[in-house]
């Protein structure tokens, strides 16, 4: 569904991408991890083309998609849906205005079928009958699943998630988990789910990978990454203060115990 070669991103001097690789299938759960700043969200901004890569190959269904215009990128982007970290929901508009915004946007439907489609999309993610709350009046756990269901009404083949379980509590987090979960298996739908919370990767992923000074640095299952002997990537998933990350962060950027 996704494949991603030689993919190279910086800003000014800064390198964010470094020959960057990785293939996602179809139907598949790939999970990112990494340290803040590594350029996880660099990749999916990438991806969907809200970046464009400096230099590299992004096939997106068999199609380059490095090399499209704005008009044909959107064609591309009608097959996927992005949930964001903070919900990006619209706070002058209540839930349902939010979750049918792209309808309205972009499909020619007439209102009875894009409230129906509505209702049926809150009620996949567990928010039946909240269409009038404003997103104010929504925690931060609700307002993550009201916009997956805005993504939902698109019928996307792919999602990407932007750390989807950041800042609500653990109950809320496996909620959101396991909504990961039942819409890969329901609805078929290859996900991307960027995240630092390793016991949610763990759960939802298929395949984990670890992004790290720029490229994919280890790839495997869930428990080949739980029981890798590569000490970085165990630094990592083990939350250690000390180990080879901090003391190459300490190389780079002088920094001192």
């Known amino acids: 569904m996704i494949e991603i070669k030689n993919l190279h991103k910086s800003f000014g001097n800064h390198i964010i991408?470094?020959?960057?690789?990785?293939?996602?299938?179809?139907?598949?759960?790939?999970?990112?991890?990494?340290?803040?700043?590594?350029?996880?969200?660099?990749?999916?901004?990438?991806i969907i083309g809200i970046l464009r890569p400096d230099s590299g190959s992004i096939k997106i269904?068999?199609?380059?998609?490095?090399?499209?215009?704005?008009?044909?990128?959107?064609?591309?982007?009608?097959?996927?849906?992005?949930?964001?970290?903070?919900?990006?929901?619209?706070?002058?508009?209540?839930?349902?205005?939010?979750?049918?915004f792209v309808l309205n946007e972009f499909m020619k439907l007439d209102k009875k079928a894009i409230q129906a489609k509505v209702e049926r999309c809150l009620g996949m993610v567990g928010l039946s009958g909240i269409e009038k709350m404003m997103p104010s009046e929504l925690s931060g756990g609700m307002r993550k699943r009201v916009s997956l269901a805005r993504v939902l009404c698109m019928e996307p083949r792919i999602i990407f998630y932007d750390e989807p379980t950041t800042g609500v509590d653990p109950i809320t987090s496996d909620v959101i988990n396991n909504l990961i979960i039942d819409l890969r298996h329901k609805l078929k739908v290859t996900s991307i789910v960027v995240t630092h919370d390793i016991?949610?990767?763990?759960?939802?992923?298929?395949?984990?990978?670890?992004?790290?000074?720029?490229?994919?640095?280890?790839?495997?299952?869930?428990?080949?990454?739980?029981?890798?002997?590569?000490?970085?990537?165990?630094?990592?998933?083990?939350?250690?203060?000390?180990?080879?990350?901090?003391?190459?962060?300490?190389?780079?950027?002088?920094?001192?115990?």
Do not use: W
């Open 61 to 100: 269904n068999g199609v380059e998609v490095t090399t499209l215009n704005e008009r044909e990128y959107n064609k591309i982007r009608m097959l996927m849906g992005m949930v964001f970290q903070g919900g990006a929901l619209f706070d002058s508009m209540n839930v349902g205005e939010n979750v049918s």
């Open 199 to 257: 016991n949610s990767a763990y759960k939802v992923a298929d395949h984990i990978v670890m992004l790290y000074l720029g490229h994919i640095l280890a790839e495997g299952t869930p428990q080949e990454i739980r029981d890798t002997q590569h000490p970085v990537v165990r630094q990592f998933i083990k939350g250690e203060a000390k180990g080879p990350i901090t003391e190459n962060e300490n190389l780079i950027f002088g920094y001192t115990d």
């Open 17 to 46: 991408l470094n020959d960057c690789n990785l293939t996602i299938h179809e139907g598949e759960t790939k999970v990112i991890i990494g340290r803040s700043g590594t350029g996880k969200s660099v990749l999916l901004k990438n």
